[in-house]
């Protein structure tokens, strides 16, 4: 009985977490924002408010898996100190919901440096007989660290690639004429509970039955950690499609430089350090060069005085079925010439069983294409519309 309830007691421990319960309720806000902006824009939401919710851990499980193997596999081993602070540093970058500082990158190295400060400062924090002023970051930690710091950022570069195209929002944006052109915006965070070795008892002693092995003089346990990944990001002068997966390769490659520098640690400790400040500064060029491209020129999906152009697809929908995509033009429906919202469902009408689209795609390149509508679902082909 009382091992059940040690046990029990653990996972109580974990779940307890505020960082956790933090990025669930941010979660929920992310959808109730996404959903308010849509809906002012475009009387319509493209997708559920909880869709950040749900998506928050189904994205990152199978990395937040092969991570945890990995760290516990080869034996990276953590300070508790450092955990603490980089567990400080999330919350602040999550409640500050500016995730262009999202990136693990940039909370690894702001707690790694933040506790090389500490002990610089020489601080006297200290807790059961633990104290900040224990961390090696001379010895192996300045491996560890940057280890953890690139292999997280290879995780963001593929979450980048895999979940962020078909979750942006569409959004309204008065252009320089005083004419409305669309922008298209990503705001994502994902969780990934990351099992960490810790060195010592500190844990095991309140949590008898917490998991933990013995090898040689020392023991260790395992600690999960929700690590949270914060990415945002606006399209302007490209599409999300086309700019996003270049940024999640980019991204992808700059964790691999910071793992091969970071494991220089083993010859001399600075090299680790470096390897955490090359990563923060291309990562930070890569957020700042985007954001300068996408602010510059024209936009992808600009206003038209020849037909309506489509912001965005409602998935399921008779749109998504016709293969429409944003930034697509509509001129002409069942034979008649469209300039705007209310001509366009005005022309559907006309025959909705067959009804029938003249679209010029991101090339200009026009196509004809139909699709069934069901009667009084004229409104429902899906689309939001640039107006």
């Not at 490209?238 to 490659?253: A, M, T």
Request: charge should be positive; hydrophobic fraction near 50%; charged fraction near 15%.
């Amino acid at each position: 009985m009382n091992w059940w309830m040690n046990v029990l007691q653990a996972i109580v421990v974990f779940f307890l977490n505020p960082l956790f319960w933090l990025i669930l309720l941010v979660a929920v806000a992310l959808g109730y924002m996404r959903v308010k902006s849509e809906r002012k824009d475009f009387n319509i939401r493209k997708l559920p408010g909880l869709t950040e919710f749900k998506r928050l851990f189904a994205d990152s499980w199978l990395y937040a898996l092969l991570l945890s193997v990995l760290f516990s596999g080869i034996g990276l081993v953590v300070d508790a100190g450092w955990i603490v602070l980089f567990s400080a540093v999330m919350i602040v970058v999550l409640l500050s919901f500016y995730y262009q500082w999202g990136s693990p990158i940039y909370t690894i190295a702001l707690s790694f440096f933040g506790l090389v400060l500490w002990q610089r400062v020489e601080g006297t924090f200290s807790y059961q007989g633990w104290s900040l002023q224990d961390a090696d970051l001379l010895g192996q930690l300045a491996v560890v660290i940057p280890v953890i710091a690139g292999l997280l950022l290879v995780a963001e570069g593929l979450l980048i690639q895999k979940s962020t195209i078909n979750y942006t929002s569409p959004q309204l944006e008065k252009t320089s004429r005083g004419l409305r052109a669309a922008r298209f915006k990503v705001k994502r965070i994902w969780l990934l509970p990351v099992l960490m070795l810790v060195p010592g008892d500190m844990i095991a002693a309140h949590v008898p039955y917490w998991p933990q092995f013995t090898l040689g003089a020392e023991s260790f346990s395992f600690v999960p950690v929700p690590v949270v990944i914060g990415f945002s990001q606006i399209a302007r002068k490209h599409f999300p499609d086309e700019i996003l997966p270049k940024l999640g390769l980019s991204v992808i490659r700059t964790g691999i430089v910071v793992l091969v520098i970071g494991l220089g640690g083993l010859y001399e400790p600075y090299i680790g350090w470096a390897a955490l400040l090359v990563g923060v500064v291309v990562r930070t060029v890569l957020t700042i060069s985007v954001a300068l491209k996408e602010r510059s020129g024209g936009y992808a999906a600009p206003p038209s005085s020849s037909g309506v152009v489509v912001a965005g697809v409602l998935p399921g929908s008779p749109a998504e079925k016709l293969n429409l995509l944003p930034g697509e033009v509509i001129h002409a429906v069942n034979g008649i010439q469209v300039a705007n919202e209310k001509e366009l469902y005005d022309a559907i009408q006309v025959n909705a069983a067959h009804c029938r689209l003249q679209v010029a795609d991101r090339n200009g390149e026009v196509r004809l294409m139909q699709q069934v509508l069901y009667r009084h679902d004229h409104y429902q082909l899906g689309l939001l519309l640039v107006r």
